[in-house]
């Protein structure tokens, strides 16, 4: 019923910055909080970071001062600048919605399939 792509991904250098993008497509009403989250290999899956619907934002403390969430509710696509990046990032970044469907009375909760990141010299 929503469907999230994510896009941005991809290889940089230690200290590089990339900008991950994901755009909703479906029958939305509205959008509640979304979310970027994160798996390394051997890893548990992670939170990034998340927004919720009036811009209120949470860090991973790994993200903070170096990660940036941010949403355009008009163009339905969630962001996630990452700046100074780390071979530790290295990990597939995956975006997670809640959204309002016309008839439904809770939230409908969406996950994209997943950008690699690879951060390597």
């Known amino acids: 019923q929503v469907q999230l792509v994510e896009s941005g991904g991809g290889l940089v250098q230690p200290g590089g910055s990339l900008r991950l993008s994901c755009a909703a497509s479906?029958?939305?009403?509205?959008?509640?909080?979304m979310a970027w989250h994160r798996q390394a290999p051997g890893k548990e899956r992670e939170l990034v970071a998340a927004i919720t619907s009036r811009g209120r934002t949470n860090y991973g403390d790994f993200a903070k001062g170096r990660f940036t969430i941010s949403r355009d509710d008009a163009k339905k696509t969630l962001y996630l600048q990452m700046n100074s990046l780390k071979p530790e990032d290295t990990a597939v970044y995956y975006c997670?919605?809640?959204?309002?469907?016309?008839?439904?009375?809770?939230?409908?909760?969406?996950w994209g399939q997943g950008t690699q990141v690879t951060v390597s010299s």
């Open positions: 997670q919605g809640e959204f309002w469907l016309p008839r439904r009375e809770t939230p409908f909760g969406s």
């Open positions: 479906g029958s939305i009403f509205s959008i509640n909080a």
